[in-house]
């Protein structure tokens, strides 16, 4: 489904990833880990298409994407959330699931100027598509409430949400967990097990809660300054000696 051939990003004379490789299957659930500012965001951008990478390759479903733009990587099926929530806080719920749906829909600026037949055909599948995706993720109740106003959890939960409506083949979710108390993440966990199956997904995603990670990922990447320090099942990631030097320090 994904695959980085020596990713290198670099910023005048900072490396903040150098020659990453990453080998994810359909369907598989992998999580990239590693200290804060170990270049896991800076992997995520280079791979959605944010930044070009300064070295390397990204092919997704086994076409060559490096340098794509943002737009046309999310067209071919690969979506992302945010470490920092980016919804449009002055959209309601809905609205903010529909920018995703909208992406899908290829009728013209004359049709949609227009309100033509065909276009709100297309608008009325994707507001009830939008507010099916909303009831996934319990938030239909709030379909008509600005973004801006729900509690933080949720809001995690809208972005994943207009992430679907773009109709993805690979989630990139970036610290979902972030803020959340234990039992939401234990909630988190089985939701996003839930979605990998319900929307047959492959899912990527960065996370420091490593109840989440070692809960929910089948391989791990682990990162530190940039550098892959350890690959494998989470069982082999926990003894690692690099890992474990990584997050506690050395006496």
Same mark, same amino acid.
């Given at each position: ?17 150098? =020659? ?6 359909? #369907? =598989? ?45 999310? *067209?071919?099926?690969?979506? $992302?959330?945010?470490?920092? /929530? ?36 297309? !608008? ?16 239909? #109740? ?24 773009? *109709? ?27 979605? $990998? ?5 492959? /899912? ?11 809960? /929910? ?15 494998? !099942? ?18």
């Amino acid at each position: 489904m994904l695959r980085t051939e020596g990713v290198t990003m670099k910023f005048g004379g900072l490396t903040a990833v150098s =020659e990453l490789s990453l080998d994810i299957g359909k #369907g =598989e659930i992998v999580g990239l880990i590693g200290p804060n500012g170990a270049g896991k965001t800076t992997a995520f951008n280079v791979i959605t298409g944010v930044t070009p990478p300064t070295e390397g390759k990204v092919f997704f479903k086994g076409e060559d994407v490096t340098g794509l733009a943002r737009h046309q990587v999310t *067209r071919r099926g690969m979506a $992302r959330t945010f470490q920092n /929530i980016r919804l449009f806080k002055d959209l309601s719920v809905l609205e903010n699931v529909l920018v995703g749906c909208h992406l899908q829909m290829d009728s013209g600026l004359f049709a949609s100027t227009l309100h033509l037949p065909g276009y709100r055909r297309k !608008d009325r599948e994707a507001r009830a598509f939008a507010m099916e995706l909303l009831a996934e993720v319990g938030l239909a #109740g709030e379909a008509g409430e600005l973004a801006v106003s729900l509690p933080y959890g949720k809001q995690r939960r809208l972005e994943i949400a207009r992430a679907l409506a773009t *109709r993805p083949a690979l989630l990139l979710l970036d610290e979902p967990a972030a803020g959340m108390n234990p039992q939401e993440s234990v909630e988190l966990m089985h939701f996003i097990r839930r979605i $990998r199956d319900q929307f047959d997904l492959t /899912i990527l995603l960065i996370e420091h809660h490593m109840q989440v990670v070692m809960g /929910i990922c089948q391989k791990l990447w682990v990162l530190e300054y940039g550098v892959t320090i350890a690959q494998g !099942d989470p069982a082999a990631i926990q003894r690692d000696p690099k890992v474990i030097e990584a997050y506690l320090g050395v006496e």
